[in-house]
């Protein structure tokens, strides 16, 4: 079992920064991959970032590569997304995700953070 406690969520200007972080718990393997998504109302869940726990190589959407970044401290078994230049259209919860067979959906998912950027 693994467990998943998201922080750092907040309301920030338009042009701001927030850093989430992401604290796993419970079993965590190499072969994980973790991810952050999103959620927005009226909208569908959005994959953000995301990297295998056992390599060296991140992944990005389109929609927020060059302003986002997933980092890791090994050691606290943590996973980080720092959001620069966010844009109102950024506002959404925030989930973090962890999962054996992305393509198959995620296995495990964080209670989400609220994420809230004004004009």
């Known amino acids: 079992q693994v467990q998943l406690v998201e922080s750092g969520g907040g309301l920030v200007q338009a042009g701001g920064s927030l850093r989430l972080s992401c604290v796993a718990s419970?079993?965590?393997?190499?072969?994980?991959?973790m991810a952050w998504f999103r959620h927005a109302p009226g909208k569908e869940r959005e994959f953000l970032a995301g990297?295998?726990?056992?390599?060296?190589?991140?992944y990005y959407a389109d929609s927020v590569k060059g302003r986002f970044t997933i980092s890791r401290d090994n050691a606290k078994n943590t996973v980080y997304l720092q959001m620069n230049s966010l844009k109102p259209e950024d506002t959404a919860v925030y989930y973090c995700?962890?999962?054996?067979?992305?393509?198959?959906?995620?296995?495990?998912w964080g209670q989400g953070t609220q994420v809230t950027v004004s004009s």
């Open positions: 995700a962890a999962g054996l067979s992305p393509s198959q959906g995620m296995d495990y």
């Open positions: 419970g079993r965590i393997f190499n072969s994980y991959t």
């Open positions: 990297f295998n726990w056992g390599g060296d190589k991140s």
